[in-house]
Structure formats: C-alpha cells, structure tokens
C-alpha cells in the first residue's frame, strides 16, 4: 500500500493575519478589523433579511440554501434490505460555498 506523503499543517489565524499584515503593510490590529468586517459582512447577506448570496470577488460565493421539511416514509434499509420507517427531517439552512475563477486557478 504506498505511504501518504506528510501533509504541511495549515496556517493558524494568528499566522494569517501576520502573513497578511506584513504584505499589505497593515498593522496586525487593522488586518483583524478588516476580517471582523467583513465577517459581519458575511452575516448581513447570509441572515434572515439578506439576499442569502455573498460574494468575495475572484474566489467564492457563498451562499444560503433553504432546504425544505421531508415527511416520514417508509423504505428499505440499503444495509439490512429490511422494509423501516425513515423520520421526518426538519425545514433547515444550509451554507453552500463555491469556488470561483480565481480560486480554481490557484489549485
């Protein structure tokens, strides 16, 4: 069986914002606003009164999905082939990302 090659650890937040304060010249405090921003951001279009699509240019669009209630029924269980009852879900929100352009490109 071939070995998986070690993966590098991701980049903690404080990291982040260090690597991006010191590209953008910014101070660490500011760098952390910007992200706090546009978290609310984010919140705005994603909640109840919002459009339910956010889009961060070149990357993602993020985007609320609605899924409706189910109703309970009965079908057959794939594992044990026996006829069950399956339980009603909820109506629930979800949270849909997809790459853009820019973000596909980088891969």
Same mark, same amino acid.
């Given at each position: 069986?071939?070995?998986?090659?070690?993966?590098?650890?991701?980049?903690?937040?404080?990291?982040?914002?260090?690597?991006?304060?010191?590209?953008?010249?910014?101070?660490?405090? $500011?760098?952390?606003?910007?992200?706090?921003?546009?978290?609310?951001?984010?919140?705005?279009?994603?909640?109840?009164?919002?459009?339910?699509?956010?889009?961060?240019?070149?990357?993602?669009?993020?985007?609320?999905? %609605?899924?409706?209630?189910?109703?309970? =029924?009965?079908?057959? %269980?794939?594992?044990?082939? $026996?006829?069950? %009852?399956?339980?009603?879900?909820?109506?629930?929100?979800?949270? =849909?990302? =997809?790459?853009?352009?820019?973000?596909?490109?980088?891969?």
């Amino acid at each position: 069986m071939a070995k998986k090659a070690p993966t590098a650890k991701p980049a903690s937040k404080s990291e982040v914002f260090a690597n991006i304060a010191t590209t953008t010249g910014l101070t660490k405090k $500011q760098v952390t606003s910007v992200f706090e921003a546009l978290t609310t951001e984010i919140g705005k279009a994603l909640g109840k009164k919002g459009s339910g699509v956010f889009q961060i240019p070149g990357l993602a669009k993020i985007m609320r999905k %609605d899924i409706p209630a189910k109703a309970a =029924r009965k079908g057959i %269980d794939p594992f044990t082939k $026996q006829m069950r %009852d399956f339980p009603a879900k909820p109506a629930r929100k979800s949270v =849909r990302v =997809r790459p853009l352009k820019g973000l596909k490109g980088m891969v």
